[in-house]
């Protein structure tokens, strides 16, 4: 057990090799500097959990794969570039992904003040000099350059998701949209001018649940 576990007490090394067996199996390899943080971000979202309720999931393990792997299980669609997400509540999937790339420029966004005192912190403790914060509607958000990616995990229907963000994406941006099981109606209804780029069944290491991910582009 590593120092980072022993500090956090029970529960944090069944989560430690829970996460090391999980990213082994979606073909990450995990530096163990970027492990330990990984496993503070958890701890520190475990702690805000008792006062605030930023997410439904308590057990250290459940955490790993239910917000840990299934951030990381999307990283191979993903296109290189400024990458906003929507929505980011408790910092899913934008922190993970900003603890991986830290050379790709991420923003989190969120109106409530709540989680972004919450990701105030967690930017701070882990030193996140890739990251900012936007404390605000996604309709006002008015980022210097466009978006290469926006992520969005359950935030709004396909359509909702593309009217609301379209205008932040660059010229060949995409939306990923992290959904449960196939959401056949919702594909149905992308308006134009978008299109669905591609649909990923994902496996997420320890999550029984459909994962997928939808990416939506502009029509050429």
Same mark, same amino acid.
Do not use: C, H, K, Q
């Given at each position: 057990?590593?120092?980072v576990e022993r500090a956090m007490g029970e529960g944090w090394g069944q989560a430690a090799a829970r996460l090391r067996?999980?990213?082994q199996a979606l073909?990450?390899?995990?530096?163990? +500097?970027?492990? &330990? %943080?990984?496993?503070?971000?958890? +701890?520190?979202? &475990? %702690?805000?959990?008792?006062?605030?309720?930023l997410t439904a999931v308590r057990d250290p393990e459940d955490m790993v794969a239910r917000h840990i792997l299934d951030s990381l299980a999307i990283l191979p669609h993903l296109p290189a570039g400024p990458l906003l997400d929507v929505g980011s509540g408790a910092g899913l999937p934008g922190i993970p992904i900003a603890l991986l790339q830290p050379t790709r420029p991420v923003t989190l966004l969120d109106r409530s003040h709540k989680r972004i005192d919450f990701l105030t912190e967690i930017v701070a403790r882990l030193a996140l000099a890739n990251v900012a914060l936007a404390g605000e509607r996604v309709e006002d958000h008015e980022p210097q350059v466009?978006?290469?990616v926006i992520t969005a995990r359950a935030y709004a229907?396909?359509?909702?998701?593309?009217?609301?963000t379209g205008r932040l994406l660059a010229e060949d941006g995409v939306i990923a949209a992290m959904k449960g099981a196939l959401p056949t109606e919702e594909l149905a209804a992308v308006p134009p001018p978008y299109t669905v780029r591609g649909v990923h069944a994902l496996q997420v290491p320890g999550l029984s649940a459909k994962r997928h991910l939808v990416v939506l582009a502009r029509a050429p």
């Open positions: 057990m590593s120092g067996s999980g990213v073909g990450i390899t995990l530096d163990p +500097e970027i492990e &330990a %943080r990984l496993l503070i971000y958890l +701890e520190t979202l &475990a %702690r805000w959990n008792r006062v605030f309720n466009p978006y290469a229907s396909l359509s909702d998701i593309a009217l609301a």
